[in-house]
């Protein structure tokens, strides 16, 4: 009816900013990328993960469907816990699991636990996903508390088509940083392992721009200099919205002429074994997805960026060089 008329939405986008659903989808690939591998001998002790999820997305249950597989699984990861102590696979001896509703952000109602009792019991609270806990995450030192913290990075993501895919990253992205130092313990701390704080009035939101970010990052991780960190960061992006726009609906994103998007991608680093020949491998950063919000706030962008809109207008529906928008073209 309104053919000269953009919408700031994809039919069915719901495929990757429902937490669930875009467990689902991650489920969906890695299964058939394994299947297709399956001919290859593989093995690595946990090679069961490779089938359940990518990597880029941690290992996740929909405990309204799939409660007793994730019980099973709980409990084969657990044994695996007690009898692992090769360092080689550190990041996966502990069975920490954190609960997050399917379509609810800024942290509420989420539950880190290694008690099977509990997770079945907040079973009855919401529906809710069971996601594999990042225990071996990639911390910043924040100089204020003489400390290590988790922090999490939030990229804007344009998608200007389906079908072909463009897709671009917002240049700028925002840092959001934990306020006490992180450790394996008090998992009801949410100033320990919890990062969004712009909106809890009495807590202290530490604000660094992302230049000073990676300044200070390649000064702490000198072996890991923040450039190539960014590169794998795209490739995920690019991952994602490749695997949203592989499925017809209502499994994927559906193309749309009239249709814009921006979307905000939460990411994690984690310390992993690098893919290597060597018999002691050493830990390299790889971003792990946390969610991916539509219709993102973006006080604090307009704030510290006032030209932000006109960039994302400009790229989105002006259709401007990247250059002139402060962009990354991905795709």
Known sequence: DSPNTYIINFPGEYIITVKDFLASLAASI?????????????????????????????????????????????????????????????????????????????????????NLDRIIRTCDTNPLIASRYITDPVLFYRDD????????????????????????????????????????????????????????????????????FVELFDKQYPE???????????????????????????????HSIQSRALYAVDLLLEWRPAVSLSASPKNDMYPVVCEVNFSPDCERACRYHPNFFNDVYSCLFLDRSPDLCNVHKLT
């Open 224 to 254: 890991h200099k923040w450039s190539k960190v960014e590169s794998r960061i795209h490739q995920l992006l690019v991952d994602i919205f490749q695997a949203a726009t592989k499925y017809p609906s209502p499994r994927g994103l559906t």
């Open 30 to 114: 890695a299964k058939e990328s394994y299947s297709k591998q399956s001919n290859v001998v593989t093995l690595i002790d946990d090679n069961i993960d490779t089938k359940l999820s990518t990597s880029w997305h941690p290992v996740t249950f929909n405990l309204v469907y799939e409660l007793p597989q994730f019980c099973a699984y709980f409990q084969s990861n657990y044994n695996k816990c007690i009898i692992s102590n090769n360092e080689s696979v550190r990041y996966v001896k502990h069975n920490l699991w954190i609960l997050k509703p399917w379509n609810l952000g800024r942290g509420v109602a989420i539950v880190i636990t290694d």
């Open 145 to 212: 508390l003489q400390a290590n913290v988790k922090f999490d990075i939030r990229y804007v993501v344009l998608l200007r088509s389906v079908k072909p895919l463009i897709l671009y990253s917002y240049k700028v992205f925002w840092l959001r940083f934990a306020n006490k130092p992180f450790i394996l313990d008090d998992f009801d701390e949410y100033d320990r392992h919890f990062t969004v704080m712009n909106y809890r009035s009495a807590d202290n939101l530490k604000q660094i721009h992302c230049d000073e």
